[in-house]
């Protein structure tokens, strides 16, 4: 049975996917403990960075055909592809950069996981590619969609329509990682990196990402409304409308920022 490990060191948590003997497949267990791990790390206030990498020989394999081969079509699309769209989904959105230490390969599933993190730093020897189709079925965790947005609609058609793979060299001349490292060093270089993030304003980051994240037309409205009530919430308007609701008074906004 497979689960997602969390270490937290200092500013920086480490999620690592473990089903080492299924290559990091995911089955729904496996969704709801990334869930879960995304709860726990966006909880801890001391966390400015998160790094997702998967334990043994490969990043991930994606979706475990025989998790979702035996379903009918309506629990397809509702119990697998949409409740892996939410899961990767909230992965997308943590408060904190993600930095996805690609130390195998990334395929797939896999490949949306990797993609919904703001940094790929991949190993030398890994490859990369959506064959979806190849078994007559079409990336569903976001892989058109975000994917799209990240890498560019043309490098999505090349891997999803013609089937190719990538090497790492060929990801980062595409754009799909940002650095190629020697095999067995992506986690640490991933440190490396986090550690630099660590050090500039987490509030300014968090800004930052859910601005990007519109910019790149992600969202949805979520970074707009966000951003707003945090605005808000810092008014004296606010502990005005508060404290008069506690009161049982009419408020008396003075228009205070």
């Given at each position: ?84 769209h939410r899961i990767f989904e909230r992965l997308a959105t943590l408060r904190m950069p993600l930095i996805a230490a690609l130390n195998g390969h990334a395929l797939g599933g896999g490949l949306e996981l990797a993609g919904a ?141």
């Amino acid at each position: 049975m497979g689960e997602v490990k969390v270490l937290i060191e200092g500013h920086i948590a480490v999620m690592t996917v473990s089903r080492p003997e299924k290559l990091n497949a995911f089955d729904v267990d496996m969704l709801k403990a990334l869930a879960a791990a995304c709860d726990g790390v966006e909880a801890n206030a001391t966390v400015r960075v998160a790094i997702l990498t998967g334990e043994g020989k490969a990043f991930s394999a994606g979706g475990d055909i025989k998790a979702w081969g035996g379903m009918q079509a309506n629990e397809f699309g509702h119990a697998w592809v949409r409740f892996g769209h939410r899961i990767f989904e909230r992965l997308a959105t943590l408060r904190m950069p993600l930095i996805a230490a690609l130390n195998g390969h990334a395929l797939g599933g896999g490949l949306e996981l990797a993609g919904a993190a703001d940094i790929r730093i991949a190993e030398s020897q890994i490859k990369i590619g959506l064959p979806e189709t190849g078994l007559g079925m079409i990336p569903g965790w976001s892989g058109t969609q975000r994917l799209v947005k990240r890498f560019g609609a043309q490098i999505v058609r090349r891997m999803v329509l013609g089937g190719e793979m990538f090497s790492a060299d060929e990801a980062k001349a595409n754009g799909i990682v940002d650095a190629v490292v020697d095999t067995g060093t992506s986690l640490a270089a991933a440190k490396d990196y986090a550690s630099r993030i660590a050090l500039r304003g987490p509030a300014a980051l968090e800004i930052s990402k859910l601005l990007i994240a519109s910019a790149n037309g992600e969202d949805n409205g979520a970074a707009v409304e966000a951003l707003g009530s945090i605005l808000a919430a810092k008014t004296g308007d606010l502990k005005e409308g508060v404290s008069a609701f506690a009161e049982k008074r009419p408020a008396q906004f003075k228009g205070e920022w």
